[in-house]
């Protein structure tokens, strides 16, 4: 076991290098020349100031050299300055990814907290009107835009009911009462599609668990349906579920840039994509770099719990 | 300083005020001075850019001055028409007579907000900053005329100019005319860009990345109102980034904003509504204009130009996208309300016979094919849709090229990738910023750089001289040539509007010569 967590931990850097070399090369890519950006793509463009920018980014090298020193710098823990703000992007991110952090672990528990329920019930009451229901909102909760969502929620919770704040950010350790009350609608925008996707395979794993021999002989010795259920069945059908429930950790920060963008949070996603705009590459390259670490992390913490939840997986080999 | 980048034209877009709107201004403005100001409080206002920079010297996004113009004063400040404003700059009086030096007499008794004293030597560190390519400054360019900078005495400066300087009064009202504490600059180094220190009415109190930025009120500042009361009247202003109009929309009536812009399709919820008091400012900026570029097939043919720009309605433009509320551009690249807005020059207008007729001249009577760069938008897209439809009219066929906005604008004018632009610019009442950008032969935006020796010279003619009267009648000269011979023609202003509680006061007082929020003398009235 530990042999193999060294083994999956190693694998992590060609992977994070592989990430990081493409977005360097399709930031590259996309059209429009950085250091003419960076002095704002018009008038007051300069020879002697875009000189000057240029030979401070390495802009004047050739592009593995530039991500060779980038590489160089990012591995002793400095990131560079941003190119637009000129802020150090470390620091910058540290604020920033706490935040999407906190949201997208909001965003995940409320999804889960919806689907877990939602695809037992359906899997139990298979066929029947609470199976049909739920399956209607997972497909509608699939073809929701969660910007669209968000505005009507702001609308509804915000204008019209005055419950919740329409936007914003209050940092947890402020006003822990203000910041949930603050997450709670970009959360559930952001969780309500992924908890659709977690929902429908609940439903399908726990219906073919449910299917099985043991599963009947339980039955059959005279033990009640939802004890069979959640003492017997739902434990096995968990390991798929868990493996989707970790890849929508992904979605969930892809979600996020649209949603901290609507609801006015200042975490990374909203950052990345102002990044984008800019042609700000030491912002984007460290915005991906935390957001690919934390994709792999957790796809690595989700291996390791199926051998928790299941005694019979052994990474011994 | 024209549409300094894509950000800026977005702005624009809902920016706008003049001609007509600024007669009424200054009749609210008369009754609200009835009333005297209360003290104290926090105004929370939205808006829809994060600044790039709170350093205005170095901030490239044309949203930066949401954030700066809060906290500085401007060397030579001016009213909405752009008219040098002595009682709020920091210059009390001025000298231009002369080419070859301008002459500024200080106001006294100024400090900036770390103590620093404003005088003759700070202004010549600031503009010596400027000027220093490695400060990497926006306004660099619009300040090439100087030489050198003198401190003649205490509170007397001297530009010594290299050659006439015509525009130097609007350009201090800009970026380039916002003043940083030498002491602060000097300490602080590359950190100096988001804990500016200036002389305005508030300070900077904090900045959060991609949330807000909150001012608090300068006890020490040194205006007054026109009763003599002490500026500002205000404690604190949050000025929170809400990029989402509708968003903002929706804050301001759950009560968690106290101002903010009203996108045009909102306009009509504002409209004598007993709950808000709304504002506008004409000619924020021009909304939508056919930039061409005259050296590329098939548009070097003005005749074919000139075939395009009568072949579209605006009016069906501004009713479908913009809900009636922007204005049928009559004039040029100068809006209403600036000095030299002249809507009698001839222009080519909606006229589908006169299109027809132009074709024939340019020797394509059954039309053409056409490429046009756009970037999308809300508006953009749509009215580019409205655009394809009314060429096609005329049988010219458009093939949209479609970018995001820094991409696109980078594409069509250095690039030089298509004919045609589709595009939104910056209020820039000043007409030497424009002329020299767009119609002289050097100018960013003369994508083709075609030289016209006639255009350079009156934009030369237009630089030379601080007179008005005479200015006035060269960039008509200008128009006739630039509308005549369509190298770019607008079409519509854009209108800027505002929108605020009852009980918030000063919103008659609220867009500068930009159009932009000047939030100096705002108040809230206690029920």
Redesign the interface.
């Known amino acids: 076991m530990q042999r193999y967590i060294l083994r999956r931990l190693a694998q992590l850097v060609p992977s994070l290098l592989l990430i990081t070399f493409m977005v360097f090369a399709l930031m590259h890519a996309i059209p429009g020349d950085p250091a003419r950006m960076m002095l704002g793509a018009g008038e007051q463009l300069d020879a002697k100031q875009l000189e000057i920018v240029r030979r401070e980014y390495n802009l004047d090298k050739p592009l593995p050299v530039q991500y060779v020193l980038w590489l160089a710098k990012a591995a002793s823990g400095d990131l560079g300055r941003s190119t637009a703000s000129q802020r150090r992007v470390g620091e910058e991110l540290l604020l920033r990814a706490s935040v999407t952090f906190q949201l997208g672990l909001f965003a995940w528990l409320i999804g889960a907290a919806i689907a877990l329920p939602a695809g037992v019930i359906s899997a139990v009451y298979r066929g029947r009107w609470p199976d049909m229901l739920a399956t209607m909102a997972a497909v509608g909760a699939v073809a929701l835009p969660g910007f669209w969502l968000g505005i009507m929620m702001i609308l509804l919770f915000g204008v019209t009911l005055g419950w919740l704040p329409t936007r914003g950010y209050v940092a947890l350790g402020d006003d822990p009462l203000g910041s949930l009350r603050h997450m709670i609608l970009p959360a559930v925008a952001l969780g309500i599609t992924s908890s659709a996707v977690v929902m429908r395979q609940m439903r399908s794993a726990l219906l073919e668990v449910l299917a099985q021999d043991y599963i009947r002989t339980a039955r059959a010795k005279g033990l009640a349906r939802w004890p069979t259920v959640i003492g017997h069945a739902l434990r096995n059908a968990m390991l798929p579920v868990i493996t989707v429930m970790g890849l929508e950790i992904g979605r969930i920060f892809a979600g996020s840039v649209v949603i901290e963008t609507l609801f006015g949070i200042p975490g990374m996603g909203r950052l990345m994509v102002q990044a984008v705009f800019q042609r700000d590459f030491p912002v984007v390259q460290g915005c991906v770099l935390v957001m690919a670490t934390a994709v792999l992390v957790i796809n690595f913490v989700t291996d390791i719990l199926y051998a928790v939840l299941d005694p019979r997986i052994r990474y011994d080999g | 300083?024209?549409?300094?980048?894509?950000v800026r034209r977005r702005t624009l877009l809902k920016a706008s005020l003049l001609g007509a709107g600024s007669t009424v201004l200054l009749a609210r403005h008369g009754r609200a001075q009835a009333e005297k100001p209360q003290y104290g409080g926090k105004l929370r206002v939205a808006y829809q850019l994060?600044p790039?920079?709170l350093d205005p010297v170095?901030g490239?996004s044309g949203g930066d001055a949401y954030y700066w113009r809060q906290f500085v004063d401007q060397l030579v400040d001016a009213d909405p028409a752009l008219n040098p404003r002595a009682s709020t700059s920091l210059a009390e009086s001025w000298d231009v007579s002369d080419p070859k030096k301008v002459e500024l007499k200080l106001r006294k008794g100024v400090l900036f907000h770390d103590g620093t004293p404003f005088n003759a030597e700070a202004v010549k560190f600031n503009v010596e900053r400027l000027l220093d390519?490695?400060t990497?400054a926006?306004?660099?360019?619009?300040f090439t005329a100087v030489d050198s900078v003198t401190a003649v005495d205490e509170h007397l400066v001297r530009f010594n100019l290299k050659r006439p300087w015509g525009s130097v009064l609007s350009t201090l009202a800009d970026r380039g005319g916002a003043m940083n504490s030498p002491t602060a600059v000097k300490a602080m180094g590359?950190d100096y860009?988001?804990k500016p220190v200036s002389t305005g009415p508030f300070k900077v109190a904090e900045y959060?990345?991609?949330?807000h930025v909150r001012f608090v009120r300068n006890e020490k500042y040194w205006g007054r109102d026109a009763a003599g009361n002490p500026l500002p009247y205000l404690d604190e202003i949050v000025v929170?980034?809400?990029?989402?109009p509708?968003?903002q929309v929706?804050?301001l009536?759950?009560g968690?904003m106290d101002l903010i812009y009203v996108p045009y399709r909102e306009v009509g919820n504002f409209e004598n509504n007993p709950t808000y008091n709304m504002r506008k400012f004409d000619g924020g900026g021009i909304a939508l204009t056919l930039q061409y570029n005259t050296m590329k097939a098939p548009l070097d043919d003005m005749n074919l130009r000139l075939a395009v720009a009568h072949a579209i309605n605006p009016e069906a433009i501004n009713k479908a996208v913009y809900f009636g509320r922007a204005i049928i551009a009559k004039g040029g690249m100068w809006p209403t309300g600036s000095w030299a807005y002249d809507p009698t020059v001839a222009r080519p207008t909606y006229n589908v016979a006169k299109a027809r007729e132009y074709l024939k001249l340019g020797g394509k009577p059954n039309g053409f094919e056409l490429d046009a760069m756009l970037w999308p938008s809300e508006l953009n897209t749509p009215t580019a849709e409205i655009i394809r439809a009314q060429l096609g009219a005329i049988g010219i066929k458009l093939n949209l090229k479609v970018?995001?906005v820094?991409?696109a604008?980078?594409?069509f004018?250095?690039g030089q990738e298509t004919p045609i632009f589709m595009t939104s610019w910056s209020r820039y009442p000043e007409p030497d910023w424009n002329a020299s950008?767009i119609y002289r032969s050097d100018?960013?935006?003369n994508a083709g750089k075609r030289k016209d020796d006639r255009l350079d010279a009156l934009i030369d003619a237009g630089a030379a001289t601080a007179d008005i009267a005479k200015r006035k009648a060269v960039y008509r000269q200008v128009d006739e040539i630039v509308l005549g011979e369509a190298h770019m023609v607008p079409m519509l202003y854009g209108v800027t509007y505002a929108a605020a509680p009852k009980h918030v006061m000063g919103i008659d007082e609220v867009f500068g010569w930009d159009a932009k929020m000047y939030l100096h003398r705002m108040w809230l009235k206690k029920s």
């Not at chain 2, 300083?1 to 894509?6: F, I, S, V, Y």
């Not at chain 2, 926006?138 to 619009?142: D, F, M, N």
Request: cysteine-free; proline content about 4%.
């Open positions: 300083m024209a549409l300094r980048d894509g994060a790039g920079a170095v490239r390519p490695a990497k926006t306004p660099r360019a619009a590359a860009i988001f959060v990345s991609g949330s929170n980034t809400v990029s989402d509708t968003v929706a804050a009536k759950a968690e970018y995001e820094t991409v604008t980078e594409k004018n250095y950008l100018g960013y935006y």
